[in-house]
């Protein structure tokens, strides 16, 4: 456990520092308001428990707290509990310690056992918040990822599109949106089973994975349907890349249970530029080149409407 002390008496800190470094846990120290922020930024990662004079020169206490939760909310951190110390026993600072974002507050002198009894209670609060923190990052993750395919979901895929829809415009940049859908799907499941149906939605999304850039997004939009987000790319480049696609799902046929199960697909891609257009629109524009695809012959790109391969 790191714990901040900050306290402009030398002594008190000292004096703190002594009991705290017996208890085996690791010191940083300030001696003034301003100083405390600096430390706080500083060590913000593995800071466990800040102890916070009221009176100091510079910055007081509470303002230096306020100061670090403004922080921690702007840079989504973690709650990092704070202690008070003060030689004032007054309601009013007491309840003014904790509005400014203070977690408990302590009348100096402070005595060895009382101060590490609080340090305990504390940090059994900040693990437990820790853990509620990892617990939702977890649950985020799962609701915005696609089960069987570990893809982003649609509503995801739907956000990014939105977000990378208004950097485009902001930077003037083109981008590419596509919906592909594999090729008579049904007759594969029909064919070799259910699971042997995911199986291979599975290792094209494998594939596809592997052949995209970091900065691409995919989604699975429902069924043997998904969705593919190029950001900042040219039309040609986007026709050159989604060409190269069909070879990624054609070239080498799934495997699944020694069989060997070929599949192509049909892409249907729209070009955003920067205007007007909304999510809505552009993914319908999407559909319908897909559609147009499925319609002409199937394995193929087709682009803005305009049939490309
Ligand atoms: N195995 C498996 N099959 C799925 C899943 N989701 C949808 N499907 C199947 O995908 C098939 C889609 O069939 P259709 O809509 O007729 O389309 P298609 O056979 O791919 O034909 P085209 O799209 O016209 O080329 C259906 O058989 C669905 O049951 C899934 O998660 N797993």
């Known amino acids: 456990?790191?714990?901040?002390?900050?306290?402009?008496?030398?002594?008190?800190?000292?004096?703190?520092?002594?009991y705290i470094t017996k208890l085996g846990y690791r010191v940083?120290?300030?001696?003034?308001?301003?100083?405390a922020i600096d430390q706080f930024i500083e060590h913000?990662?593995?800071?466990?428990?800040?102890?916070?004079d009221v009176q100091m020169p510079i910055i007081n206490g509470f303002d230096a707290v306020k100061a670090m939760r403004n922080i921690q909310e702007q840079q989504k951190q973690e709650w990092i509990p704070v202690i008070f110390l003060s030689a004032s026993a007054?309601?009013?600072?007491?309840?003014?310690?904790?509005?400014?974002?203070?977690?408990?507050?302590?009348?100096?002198?402070?005595?060895?056992?009382?101060?590490?009894?609080?340090?305990?209670?504390?940090?059994?609060?900040?693990?437990?918040?820790?853990?509620?923190?990892?617990?939702?990052?977890?649950?985020?993750?799962?609701a915005a990822t696609d089960y069987l395919t570990g893809v982003a979901n649609r509503?995801?895929?739907?956000?990014?599109?939105?977000?990378?829809?208004?950097?485009?415009?902001?930077?003037?940049?083109?981008?590419?949106?596509?919906?592909?859908?594999?090729?008579?799907?049904k007759v594969v499941n029909d064919t070799y089973g259910h699971d042997a149906g995911d199986a291979v939605l599975v290792e094209i999304m494998k594939r596809m994975k592997a052949s995209v850039r970091d900065?691409?997004?995919?989604?699975?939009?429902?069924?043997?349907?998904?969705?593919?987000?190029?950001?900042?790319?040219?039309?040609?480049?986007?026709?050159?890349?989604?060409?190269?696609?069909?070879?990624?799902?054609?070239?080498?046929?799934?495997?699944?249970?020694?069989?060997?199960?070929?599949?192509t697909t049909s892409i249907g891609v729209a070009v955003y530029c920067g205007d007007d257009e909304d999510k809505k629109s552009l993914l319908k524009r999407a559909d319908e080149c897909l559609y147009e695809a499925k319609d002409t012959g199937r394995n193929k790109v087709v682009l803005n409407s305009r049939v490309t391969s």
């Not at 940083?28 to 100083?35: I, K, P, R, T, W």
């Not at 913000?44 to 916070?52: I, Q």
């Not at 890349?241 to 020694?258: I, Q």
């Open 155 to 185: 509503r995801s895929f739907e956000m990014t599109l939105g977000k990378e829809m208004q950097v485009a415009k902001e930077q003037g940049l083109s981008m590419a949106c596509a919906m592909f859908d594999l090729d008579k799907f």
């Open 90 to 142: 007054e309601e009013d600072d007491v309840e003014d310690g904790i509005l400014a974002g203070g977690d408990d507050y302590l009348i100096k002198p402070i005595g060895q056992k009382v101060l590490a009894a609080k340090m305990l209670s504390m940090k059994r609060i900040a693990d437990m918040r820790r853990r509620l923190v990892e617990s939702n990052s977890v649950l985020e993750r799962l």
């Open 28 to 35: 940083v120290e300030a001696s003034n308001g301003q100083e």
């Open 215 to 263: 900065i691409d997004s995919i989604g699975r939009l429902g069924g043997e349907e998904f969705g593919i987000l190029l950001p900042n790319i040219s039309e040609s480049e986007a026709k050159d890349t989604f060409t190269r696609f069909l070879s990624v799902v054609s070239d080498a046929p799934v495997v699944y249970e020694d069989t060997e199960i070929a599949v």
């Open 1 to 18: 456990m790191k714990i901040l002390i900050a306290d402009d008496t030398n002594t008190d800190r000292l004096l703190l520092k002594l």
């Open 44 to 52: 913000s990662h593995d800071l466990d428990l800040v102890l916070m």
